[in-house]
């Protein structure tokens, strides 16, 4: 029931996070608010939130050093070290780091527990969910790459080759006469596939939807919403105008540019024609450019700064002293039996060093032996 209830409140919020510029540009005609000012806003709460988490965790210290490892540690000599999972040295760390920030490679390591024949317990590889997370990531990037076109005149050849490679499939069909459809945007389609798959898995598998909350639903309805508005502006604008001559998905590009370039140019205009459509998928990437520093997603920044991933694994090298630790005056044993030896002798426990008195003593019977 809880997860319910939590898809429902996440559907909820994206419902009126879409309303709210679809009301606010087509019937209150705020095309500065929601085109110059929300835009403006969501950039500096982007980068002052992300600044300030990065900043309060890199204060934090360490008061332990607990790297996650899961192979042999530096030892001996004659004892083999797994220098990829379990690092004694910074330079196995930048080599652990590249492989779990490019590839994730502790998401292909993970494994799922299974119950088969009774109650025999099975381990299987999730292969399909870092698939998955890689589809994701990867295509938001080449996603996001593709949309700084929008800021750059001329664009860059590295931009434009960025956007050459994912649309190099070219339907070229025309079901009607004088109308093409648009060359097709891979990044677009493996973006939705990935995140439906993310989703449905939240919702089929029944120990990730017990552990599901709100957080974990929202940011991927928030991002369906993204894309399908922008695939909607690319594929539905053309085929509707075209065919009923309805320009509610219409969105002209030009003008898209030339707001863009008067954002980043610190010069705004928001022109004629640029459509409601836009200015929905605008205002959800403002939404999740404002939810990004305060939610899950910070795992972008916060991967660098964590202990169990960017520290190497030198414990038996080197001490790692608690920076918690106060500095406080200790009674050490030798001032400790200083202060209690003769007590100590008088009911029989031994002592690093007799009293004096009977040190003596000792001696002289010594001497007379």
């Known amino acids: 029931m809880n997860f319910i209830i939590s898809i429902l409140f996440s559907l909820v919020m994206v419902t009126v996070l879409t309303l709210i510029p679809w009301i606010g540009v087509g019937v209150l005609d705020l095309q500065w608010i929601f085109g110059v000012y929300i835009p403006y806003f969501a950039v500096f709460v982007f980068v002052a939130g992300f600044v300030y988490r990065v900043i309060n965790w890199s204060m934090s210290p360490n008061p332990f050093r607990i790297p ?216 959800l990437i403002c939404s999740l450019i404002v939810y990004f520093p305060f939610s899950k997603l910070m795992h972008m920044g916060g991967i660098f700064l964590s202990p169990t991933r960017v520290l190497a694994n030198n414990n038996r090298a080197v001490r790692h002293v608690n920076p918690w630790d106060y500095h406080v005056k200790v009674h050490t044993y030798d001032e400790y039996e200083e202060e209690f030896r003769e007590k100590m002798v008088e009911v029989g426990l031994p002592v690093e060093k007799m009293p004096e008195a009977e040190e003596a003593g000792s001696q002289e019977e010594t001497e007379k032996e």
């Open 68 to 283: 996650t490892t899961a192979g042999q540690q530096k030892s001996l000599p004659w004892i083999k070290q797994n220098k990829m999972d379990n690092p004694s040295n910074t330079l196995g760390v930048i080599g652990r780091m590249i492989f779990e920030v490019l590839l994730f490679r502790s998401l292909f390591r993970n494994t799922s527990l299974e119950y088969r024949k009774g109650d025999k317990v099975t381990y299987e590889w999730e292969k399909w969910l870092w698939i998955a997370a890689l589809a994701f990531h990867y295509s938001f990037l080449c996603v996001v790459l593709r949309h700084l076109r929008f800021f750059f005149d001329p664009i860059p050849w590295c931009i434009h080759m960025v956007e050459v490679i994912d649309g190099f499939i070219e339907i070229g069909i025309a079901p009607f006469p004088g109308f093409t459809l648009p060359g097709v945007q891979i990044s677009g389609l493996v973006l939705v596939a990935a995140v439906a798959y993310l989703l449905l898995r939240r919702l089929y598998l029944s120990q990730v939807r017990y552990i599901s909350l709100p957080a974990d639903y929202f940011p991927l309805f928030l991002i369906l919403g993204i894309a399908g508005t922008g695939i909607m502006m690319r594929y539905a604008g053309a085929f509707t105008q075209f065919l009923f001559n309805i320009d509610v998905f219409t969105v002209q590009v030009v003008a898209v540019k030339e707001l863009a370039m008067g954002l980043v140019s610190f010069s705004p205009t928001v022109p004629d024609g640029i459509g409601v459509l836009f200015f929905i998928h605008l205002f």
